[in-house]
């Protein structure tokens, strides 16, 4: 037995309990909640992680970061979706047909690939681009499929990192492991996603060697198929330090990477106009308790550069809990100090910014951004609904100067 902070911060020294676990009874079980919920052990890189047994995460407590809200089959989307609900809700819950799980526990994946490596995808928030192309190779258009904005939720979602909880610890190790431990039961187009991925680790001297190998071995595929004159993409996904102007265009300096990521006029401005806010944020300043994810679809050049042809940012607070506006920000990191078990709006609770899950009954937190009659009545409808569901209410008008109101104190747990 031990404890799931100290394995989420090193899974190494849990790694002969989890293989006792595998051989003897083939799971892990997760004490959280009466009864225990299975575990799946699942093998990265030669080291075993724990991942959510498919389709029984809302079975965990609510404090547990395991827990996961109740699976997208179960919801029934009626009305199109808004670019500001994509934001404040699970991405399987937009789009179920682009994420289907099968009976192995393996996620089936279909996202948008630009067709023609000199002609970017659009980046729609809640559109549909032109039937995708595999990374290489053709592939069935004949179901929905996730932009990559909606992939990167979607993401996000299933590793439960638009959740905080009591007593959690986040930075960025602890990102990638969550992903690429969920990453390991998806598969796009036939292929598996941490065979296309890459994700920066934090820089450490005593793995510069491995790490290095880990690059080479995302990167050099892609060169190769560039020399040969192929086409061959991959995922990148990393936290944005810096974009500056280049000659032909942009690149984006990432975190943990020595080589910039360049970018054509045309994707840029997409991006622009997709996430006007993150690109505000940057450069990365230490008075800014936030962080700027970005979601790239990358191949190489010849030269042996990386070339983005698509991307998607996101604005995240300073635990990587997404944002859309800088209120949002305010909010997420305080209630992330103060220790409060909270998640974005979904489900019953659709459209409000956050839900503070350790109160009694639950509150909505509705934050009014704007107050324009249009926007005001959104966020009017959006807050009796969440009455009708039986949350209890919080406002925030910060674009009338409100200043921040008291948060709702958690209820008091008996011992």
């Known amino acids: 037995m031990f404890e799931a902070q100290d394995y989420l911060d090193d899974p190494l020294p849990a790694q002969g309990y989890l293989n006792q676990a595998r ?3 083939g799971h892990a079980l997760c004490l959280c909640s009466t ?3 299975q575990m799946v052990i699942r093998e990265v890189n030669r080291v075993l992680y724990l991942a959510v047994w498919p389709n029984d995460g809302h079975h965990h407590d609510l404090c547990c970061e395991f827990y996961r809200e109740p699976n997208s089959a179960e919801v029934e989307q009626k009305e199109p979706v808004t670019g500001h609900q ?6 399987k819950s937009i789009l179920t047909p682009a994420a289907r799980l099968n009976a192995e526990g393996i996620w089936d994946i279909n996202v948008d690939v630009p067709r023609d490596r000199s002609k970017p995808v659009q ?8 039937p995708p192309e595999r990374l290489g190779v053709g592939v069935s258009t004949s179901r929905d499929s996730f932009s990559l904005q ?4 979607w993401i996000w979602d299933a590793t439960s990192m638009a959740r905080w909880g009591s007593g959690w610890r986040r930075d960025w190790w602890r990102v990638s492991r969550a992903i690429r431990t969920e990453a390991g039961a998806i598969s796009i187009c036939g292929e598996r996603l941490n065979d296309m991925l890459y994700i920066p680790p934090p820089f450490r001297k005593d793995r510069e060697v491995e790490i290095h190998s880990e690059y080479m071995a995302f990167v050099q595929p892609l060169i190769d198929a560039a020399a040969k004159g192929q086409v061959r993409r991959g995922f990148l996904l990393c936290e944005i330090k ?9 690149k984006f300096q990432a975190r943990n990477m020595a080589r910039p990521v360049f970018m054509d006029e045309q994707l840029h401005a997409q991006v622009a106009k997709q996430a006007p806010l993150s690109l505000a944020f940057l450069p990365r300043r230490k008075e800014l308790k936030c962080s700027v994810v970005a979601l790239l679809l990358v191949e190489s050049t010849e030269k042996g550069n990386l070339r983005a042809i698509n991307a998607s940012l996101m604005l995240t607070s300073e635990k990587y809990v997404p944002v859309s506006t800088k209120y949002e920000l305010e909010l997420a990191n305080q209630l992330c100090e103060t220790n409060r078990t909270f998640t974005r709006g979904a489900g019953r609770h659709l459209g409000a910014d956050f839900v503070l899950r350790d109160t009694d009954p639950a509150t909505a937190m509705v934050i009014y951004s704007l107050l324009t009659p249009d926007y005001v009545r959104q966020r009017d409808r959006i807050v009796e609904e969440c009455e009708r569901n039986g949350c209890a209410i919080w406002k925030w008008e910060p674009a009338g100067a409100q200043a921040l109101p008291p948060v709702p104190r958690p209820r008091i747990v008996a011992s």
């Open 150 to 153: 909606q992939f990167l939720s």
């Open 23 to 25: 051989t003897q009874h």
């Open 86 to 91: 994509l934001q404040n809700q699970p991405s």
């Open 242 to 250: 810096a974009v500056d102007r280049t000659e032909y265009g942009y």
């Open 123 to 130: 980046i729609e928030p809640t559109g549909h681009q032109a």
């Open 35 to 37: 009864p225990h919920r």
